[in-house]
Structures are given as C-alpha cells and as structure tokens.
C-alpha cells in the first residue's frame, strides 16, 4: 500500500487550460503540504493544511487553489496554466505533534506548452 | 529566506567520507535532512531539534549548532546507494511546522 499517492504522475497540457492533482494519504496523519520543485530542484512549500483548515499559504498566484475534503485528501486545481507551472509537485503529509517528518508522495510532473 | 547549502556539488569514491553544511539566517527550532534519488521523492534521514543531540542513521550522522544557525550532515564512508541530491529543511517553529529548504547538494558516489 503506497502511503501518499498522488494522480497523475505526469500531465502534459497547454497553456490556458485547467488541471487538477489529486493526493491521498493512509498514514493517518493530519496535516497535507503541497511543495513545487522546479527545474533547479529548488522545493519550496506552497500551502498546507491541518485538518482540513488551511494553515500555510505562501505567495502563491491565485490561479492555484488547494482543497482538502478530508484530512485524508488534499487535491490542488490550476487555472490559466501557465509555462512557468512546469514543475514538479509533491504532495506530502506529516502528523503534527510528532518530529515532523514529512512523507512525500511520488510527485506529479506538469509540463505546460 | 532559505537556508543556503555548501558545497552544492561533490562527487566521491566509494568508502570516502563527505560533509554537506547548511547555514540559516533566521533562528531555526528544528533542521530536517532528506536525500532525493533522481526521479523519486525526497525520503526523510533525521530531524535535529534545538538543544537537542547530534543525531545518526547507519553511517550517516548530523549535529545542529543552533547559535550559529548551522547544520551539518555528516556522510561515512559512502556507498554508492548514498548518491542523490540532499536536502536540509529548516522549521522556524512558528509557522505551523513550515520547512524552508536549502537547494540542495548533489552527491555522487562512484565505485
């Protein structure tokens, strides 16, 4: 059983259009990040919810918008893609209270044309 | 601001030992290390905890000066499954447990 999977691992769409991401965890954690890894590997968080309730939103463009239906689930839509989206974006969970490690999923590779 | 790593490129032989520094400018409560192999997602080593010890997992160890705002990773005598770009997380403790990563120090080992 994978703990945190995300769907699709690769998407390859083009400018303008819409996607969504989709991430899931069965380590029973309660706290979900979203974290976008670009070409230079640079990893940088962009949002992060706890149970359900956003906790860190970072200057992020609006075009992005996280949703989290269940602590289990957190799903990440873009509008209007763009090419600077070309990245790579990991879904990763943790449980607060603890040491804070965090389980990343398998990463969602989006290239924008 | 992200902490900044040194160096960001090593390449080693197998059974060479090897040190990857992280400096923060921002006082930090925790520093995280995670090691990414080439297409996989970054995988967890250890989390050093302010006024806490210097920590190890199998040959790989790490200590947290946390007045200077530094960290270091210690590799022991490599092998070549240690080869990946390495990470340092640093969480300022008030953020709702935000890691700020470095950008990473690419590791190859070879035989």
């Known amino acids: 059983d994978t703990a945190v999977s995300q769907t699709p691992k690769y998407l390859v769409t083009q400018m303008g259009n819409d996607k969504s991401i989709k991430c899931e965890q069965n380590?029973?954690?309660?706290?979900m990040y979203w974290y976008k890894q670009d070409s230079k590997k640079f990893l940088k968080i962009m949002f992060s919810?706890?149970?359900?309730?956003?906790?860190i939103n970072e200057t992020v463009p609006n075009r992005f918008s996280p949703k989290s239906p269940d602590k289990a689930h957190l799903n990440l839509h873009i509008n209007s893609l763009e090419l600077g989206d070309s990245a790579v974006y990991f879904c990763a969970s943790s449980l607060s209270g603890s040491t804070g490690e965090l389980f990343f999923g398998e990463g969602s590779r989006l290239t924008v044309l | 601001q992200q902490p900044v790593q040194s160096p960001q490129a090593v390449i080693l032989r197998e059974g060479e030992d090897a040190v990857i520094n992280c400096s923060s400018s921002?006082?930090?409560?925790?520093v995280h290390w995670y090691r990414q192999k080439h297409g996989e997602a970054p995988v967890f080593l250890m989390i050093?905890?302010?006024?806490?010890e210097q920590k190890g997992h199998e040959k790989i160890s790490a200590s947290f000066n946390e007045k200077k705002q530094q960290s270091s990773l210690y590799l022991t005598a490599s092998q070549l499954s240690y080869s990946g770009t390495y990470f340092c997380g640093g969480d300022p403790g008030d953020q709702g447990g935000k890691l700020i990563f470095g950008q990473g120090t690419e590791l190859s080992v070879k035989p």
């Open positions: 919810y706890n149970n359900k309730e956003l906790i």
């Open positions: 380590l029973g954690h309660d706290t």
């Open positions: 921002k006082a930090l409560y925790s």
């Open positions: 050093l905890l302010k006024g806490g």
